[in-house]
Structures are given as structure tokens and as C-alpha cells.
């Protein structure tokens, strides 16, 4: 990929990415032979994603905590059949997403106080001129990001988490509709990109 | 809020480009920021796994309310916290010992004869629970701790299972 541009951070990060696929299918393939600090590891890589699946469906903070545990602990009778990065990747998501609707389904209620993202409106009073730059960014997104139907929100929150190179795998398990060649956009965010362009220069505030 | 006109959308069909690399990098760090991963929940993890007994029933926790209190670091007051699986209700008091260790008290309903281990950051402990279903561990290692509840005698045909409990600072 481009390594002329590793000095600026996307684009680094995306060089780095067909060696994470590679690294994360060795440390599968030890995991399975029985290496604990193999499966340590995947577990410290993948959790932060798994939270926001499990968040994004809706669950409280504890409630998402006990359906990772449940989650892993299924990986390893699961482990035989994960070759690669991106099985592994749609594999946890998938049943992330599953146990999560089956906790919620056990009588909770739909949205929990400390889920509630949408009231997480960044503070008006900021600092530097730096931070009013920042906060205008976020809070641009996050108006936007409101105004999306609930199931783009979910989306978005997740494949915002998921690696780059697992980018199709997982969207093809969600049912996000995909071209032969890779990833494309969606419609979640192309939906958000025209809020977001919609919104410059209109913000009254 | 006036909406776009549709046909200015960028199309749904078009490979990701730069431009949503940068929005979705900005979802991420909103969503960390707005609704981080406890920092220490993949340590929590790694210590169950290391279990990695398949024959397991994994108990939740009971109580909602009692849920943000669990992982805390360093609480010193004693506090009660109540797991639930489909065989078995266990119930456990942790107390603060003058030695900086925890003293943890545990009830098992409905009350059986069981053996129980606690998983520490040092060495495993293991006690019996009575007939009454009590069970107590006068002295654990501060630190991430873990109970399981292995299956009771062979007399007891259906209690084949272990009970283990999610990971939990003490």
C-alpha cells in the first residue's frame, strides 16, 4: 500500500493492516494448540470492537460485560473452525450481536440510563482554539450520526470498530450489501456523508 | 434542518475512500470517548479463559444495580454481589481484612454440598460449602478473583456441570 504516507494516520495505519491478517491468523492457529498468551492477546485486539456491539445493542455496561465473557469463553469450542482473520473477526461479532438480543431479549429494558449516548453532546464551554475545532468536529458528527436510523447508527458504530482488511467479512455477516471487489460504502454512510456535508457552514452555533 | 438533495448523496455503491476512512476513524473516537471499554475488562477475560473448560455453566450477575460497583479497584466497605445460572444462585459478602487481604463469605442456593475454588492472582483456593450451602474463604489476595463450583458427587447425577462466576476485582 502507501508507505509514502506513513507519517499521516489512516493512512499507516492501513499499511500496517495486511500484516495484522497475518499476525492475528498465527495467533489463531496458536490459540488453538492450546497457547494461552495466543488467545490473550486476540482477546486485548478484538474486545474494544465487541463492546460496541454489544453497547450498540443496546445492552448496560454490565449486562455487555457479561455477554464478552460468554462470548470468548464460546470461542474456544469454536476455535477448530477459525482459519483466518476475517472468520474470526465475523465469528465474534456475529455472536457478540446474538447474545446481546438474547440478554436484552430476558426482560430488559430497551435502553438503559447509561446508554444513552445520544445526551453526550460535547461541552459548549471549550478551552484552546484547538478543543472549539475538535468540538465543532464531534459535534457535527454526532448531530449527524442522530439524525440516521437507528440500524445505520449500530452499523456505523461497529464498522467504525472492525480492522480494515475484515471490513467485507463483517459487513457481508451484518447484511450490509457489498460489491465483488471489497467494501463499498452503504448506504448508512453515504446517508451520513450527506448529512455531514449538508451541515457546513449552516450550524447556527 | 434542511435535507440534501438526494441526488447529491455520495453513492452507496462506491468503494470506501479517504474521506470515509476519516468519518468512520471519527465515529471511532466518539464512541470511545462517549462509551469506552472498562480498561481492565480484557485482563478479566484473559483470566477466564485460562479456564478453558468447556464442561461450564457461566453464572451472570444478578443484580443490575450491583453491576458498576463489581469492577472497581480498591473499594474498602464490604459488599454483597449475587450470581445467577441456570442450576445455581451464589451469593458472596466481601469483607476487607486488616492485612490488606478480602474475606469472602458465600451462600449457595438452593443449598448443597459443593466444592468451590477461587481462582486468585496467587495460588487457586479451594473450600466445601456445608449442607446449609456456606462456604467461606478467610483470607483471598487482592487482585482479579474468579469462583467456580465444581460438580457435586456422583450421588448427585444432574449437578455434572461446573458453575463459574465472570471475573471480579476483590
Same mark, same amino acid.
Given at each position: 500500500?502507501?508507505?509514502?504516507?506513513?507519517?499521516?494516520?489512516?493512512?499507516?495505519?492501513?499499511?500496517?493492516?495486511?500484516?495484522?491478517?497475518?499476525?492475528?491468523?498465527?495467533?489463531?492457529?496458536?490459540?488453538?494448540?492450546?497457547?494461552?498468551?495466543?488467545?490473550?492477546?486476540?482477546?486485548?485486539?478484538?474486545?474494544?470492537?465487541?463492546?460496541?456491539?454489544?453497547?450498540?445493542?443496546?445492552?448496560? $455496561?454490565?449486562?455487555?460485560?457479561?455477554?464478552?465473557?460468554?462470548?470468548?469463553?464460546? #470461542?474456544?469450542?469454536?476455535?477448530? /473452525?477459525? $482459519?483466518?482473520?476475517?472468520?474470526?473477526? /465475523?465469528?465474534?461479532?456475529?455472536?457478540?450481536?446474538?447474545?446481546?438480543?438474547?440478554?436484552?431479549?430476558?426482560?430488559?429494558?430497551?435502553?438503559? =440510563?447509561?446508554?444513552?449516548?445520544?445526551?453526550? #453532546?460535547?461541552? =459548549?464551554?471549550?478551552?484552546?482554539?484547538?478543543?472549539?475545532?475538535?468540538?465543532?468536529?464531534?459535534?457535527? %458528527?454526532?448531530?449527524? &450520526?442522530?439524525?440516521? @436510523?437507528?440500524?445505520?447508527?449500530? %452499523?456505523?458504530?461497529?464498522?467504525?470498530?472492525?480492522?480494515?482488511?475484515?471490513?467485507?467479512?463483517? =459487513?457481508?455477516? #451484518?447484511?450490509?450489501?457489498? /460489491?465483488?471487489?471489497?467494501?463499498? $460504502?452503504?448506504?448508512?454512510?453515504?446517508? %451520513?456523508?450527506?448529512?455531514?456535508?449538508?451541515?457546513? /457552514?449552516?450550524?447556527?452555533? | &434542518?434542511?435535507? @440534501?438533495?438526494?441526488?447529491?448523496?455520495?453513492?452507496?455503491?462506491?468503494?470506501?475512500?479517504?474521506?470515509?476512512?476519516?468519518?468512520?476513524?471519527?465515529? $471511532?473516537?466518539?464512541?470511545?470517548? =462517549?462509551?469506552?471499554?472498562?480498561?481492565?475488562?480484557?485482563?478479566?477475560?484473559?483470566?477466564?479463559?485460562?479456564?478453558?473448560?468447556?464442561?461450564?455453566?457461566?453464572?451472570?450477575?444478578?443484580?443490575?444495580?450491583?453491576?458498576?460497583?463489581?469492577?472497581?479497584?480498591?473499594?474498602?466497605?464490604?459488599?454483597?454481589?449475587?450470581?445467577?445460572?441456570?442450576?445455581?444462585?451464589?451469593?458472596?459478602?466481601?469483607?476487607?481484612?486488616?492485612?490488606?487481604?478480602?474475606?469472602?463469605?458465600?451462600?449457595?442456593?438452593?443449598?448443597?454440598?459443593?466444592?468451590?475454588?477461587?481462582?486468585?492472582?496467587?495460588?487457586?483456593?479451594?473450600?466445601?460449602?456445608?449442607?446449609?450451602?456456606?462456604?467461606?474463604?478467610?483470607?483471598? @489476595?487482592?487482585?482479579?478473583?474468579?469462583?467456580?463450583?465444581?460438580?457435586?458427587?456422583?450421588?448427585?447425577?444432574?449437578?455434572?456441570?461446573?458453575?463459574?462466576?465472570?471475573?471480579?476485582?476483590?
Amino acid at each position: 500500500m502507501d508507505t509514502e504516507g506513513e507519517e499521516h494516520g489512516p493512512v499507516t495505519v492501513r499499511a500496517n493492516q495486511p500484516d495484522r491478517s497475518a499476525r492475528i491468523a498465527s495467533l489463531v492457529s496458536a490459540a488453538r494448540a492450546g497457547d494461552d498468551d495466543a488467545l490473550g492477546q486476540i482477546v486485548t485486539e478484538l474486545s474494544p470492537l465487541l463492546w460496541q456491539v454489544a453497547r450498540a445493542a443496546g445492552l448496560s $455496561r454490565g449486562d455487555a460485560e457479561d455477554v464478552l465473557q460468554t462470548v470468548w469463553m464460546r #470461542l474456544l469450542s469454536h476455535l477448530d /473452525g477459525i $482459519r483466518t482473520s476475517m472468520a474470526l473477526t /465475523g465469528w465474534l461479532v456475529v455472536t457478540t450481536r446474538r447474545e446481546a438480543w438474547r440478554v436484552r431479549g430476558a426482560g430488559r429494558k430497551l435502553l438503559p =440510563a447509561d446508554q444513552d449516548w445520544l445526551s453526550a #453532546l460535547p461541552a =459548549a464551554e471549550p478551552g484552546s482554539e484547538e478543543q472549539v475545532i475538535m468540538d465543532d468536529q464531534r459535534r457535527a %458528527l454526532w448531530t449527524a &450520526m442522530r439524525q440516521l @436510523p437507528s440500524r445505520c447508527q449500530e %452499523l456505523l458504530r461497529i464498522v467504525a470498530f472492525v480492522p480494515r482488511p475484515d471490513y467485507a467479512a463483517v =459487513a457481508a455477516e #451484518l447484511g450490509i450489501p457489498i /460489491g465483488s471487489v471489497g467494501p463499498t $460504502r452503504g448506504r448508512c454512510l453515504a446517508k %451520513l456523508r450527506a448529512l455531514l456535508a449538508g451541515d457546513q /457552514g449552516e450550524n447556527p452555533r | &434542518m434542511t435535507h @440534501p438533495d438526494p441526488g447529491d448523496w455520495p453513492s452507496a455503491d462506491a468503494a470506501l475512500d479517504d474521506i470515509d476512512l476519516q468519518t468512520l476513524d471519527g465515529i $471511532r473516537e466518539f464512541f470511545q470517548t =462517549a462509551d469506552p471499554m472498562p480498561a481492565d475488562l480484557p485482563e478479566r477475560i484473559r483470566f477466564s479463559l485460562a479456564l478453558r473448560d468447556l464442561e461450564i455453566e457461566v453464572a451472570h450477575l444478578a443484580d443490575e444495580e450491583d453491576q458498576a460497583a463489581v469492577p472497581v479497584r480498591g473499594a474498602e466497605h464490604s459488599r454483597t454481589v449475587t450470581f445467577d445460572s441456570a442450576s445455581l444462585t451464589i451469593m458472596i459478602r466481601i469483607d476487607a481484612n486488616a492485612d490488606g487481604t478480602a474475606r469472602v463469605d458465600g451462600w449457595l442456593a438452593p443449598p448443597q454440598r459443593r466444592e468451590i475454588e477461587m481462582k486468585t492472582v496467587a495460588d487457586p483456593l479451594s473450600v466445601t460449602s456445608d449442607e446449609q450451602g456456606r462456604f467461606a474463604f478467610a483470607s483471598v @489476595p487482592r487482585g482479579t478473583a474468579q469462583l467456580i463450583v465444581r460438580p457435586a458427587g456422583e450421588r448427585q447425577g444432574e449437578a455434572g456441570r461446573s458453575v463459574v462466576t465472570p471475573a471480579l476485582i476483590l
